[in-house]
Nanobody, 117 residues
Framework: QVQLVESGGGLVQAGGSLRLSCAAS????????MGWYRQAPGKQREFVAR???????NYADSVKGRFTISRDNAKNTVYLQMNNLKPEDTAVYYC???????????WGQGTQVTVSS
């Protein structure tokens, strides 16, 4: 089973920055898309950012211009650089690997990001 471990969450003031990391086990990291999702209390999990195996990226409109997703295949790690954070960014952030070629998805356990005003 692929294991994904998120880190880097915490408490930050509005306007501040934070970088999340997601370390993946196994040997399939580099050939699969990776993404970040988030879920706030009482809300559905929502897409934040995605990076393909070829490094093309996509972002939710709410984070465009503020967040940057990147990957380091040598370290089996994907990052989410979050700048100009807003209170509405407060959520648990989840790392996703997939879909794979056999249509599987893997998820991390999440890391809490709290943005205070």
């Amino acid at each position: 089973q692929v294991q994904l471990v998120e880190s880097g969450g915490g408490l930050v003031q509005a306007g501040g920055s934070l970088r999340l990391s997601c370390a993946a086990s196994g040997s399939i990291f580099s050939i699969n898309p990776m993404g970040w999702y988030r879920q706030a209390p009482g809300k559905q999990r929502e897409f934040v950012a995605r990076i393909a195996s070829g490094d093309s990226t996509n972002y939710a409109d709410s984070v465009k211009g503020r967040f940057t997703i990147s990957r380091d295949n040598a370290k089996n790690t994907v990052y989410l650089q979050m700048n100009n954070l807003k209170p509405e960014d407060t959520a648990v952030y989840y790392c996703r690997l997939g879909p794979t070629l056999v249509r599987l998805d893997y998820w991390g356990q999440g890391t809490q990001v709290t943005v205070s005003s």
